[in-house]
């Protein structure tokens, strides 16, 4: 296989795994009004391989407090390899505050 062949098929995957990633957050938004999403780690940053999940950030107001019933909620919406982690809004806000969220650079919303 030609590097620009092989170059256009980690491409095509990658996208794939985004578009799994944007279906996701399209079903964590029917049930979170005002969800924000993201995408991060190695299929962001496009590192990544064939054991890779789709790490997702998800911030929202409406998330459970407790979470167990948090994580409950956000793996109860998966249908693939996606790998949520949830928030509240005051939580994300303090953890950026703190230089906490370096994990999100490059992400994608």
Do not use: C, T
Request: no cysteine.
């Amino acid at each position: 296989m030609s590097l620009e062949r092989a170059l256009a098929q980690r491409a095509k995957e990658r996208e794939a795994l985004i578009q799994m990633a944007r279906r996701y957050a399209e079903r964590v938004r029917a049930r979170l009004k005002e969800a924000r999403v993201f995408l991060y780690g190695s299929v962001a940053r496009g590192d990544f391989n064939l054991e890779s999940d789709l790490d997702l950030l998800v911030v929202a107001p409406s998330l459970p407090k407790d979470p167990l019933e948090r994580a409950r909620l956000l793996f109860a919406l998966r249908e693939g390899p996606e790998e949520p982690k949830g928030l509240l809004p005051e939580e994300f806000a303090l953890l950026e505050a703190q230089g906490k969220l370096w994990f999100l650079e490059g992400a994608l919303e």
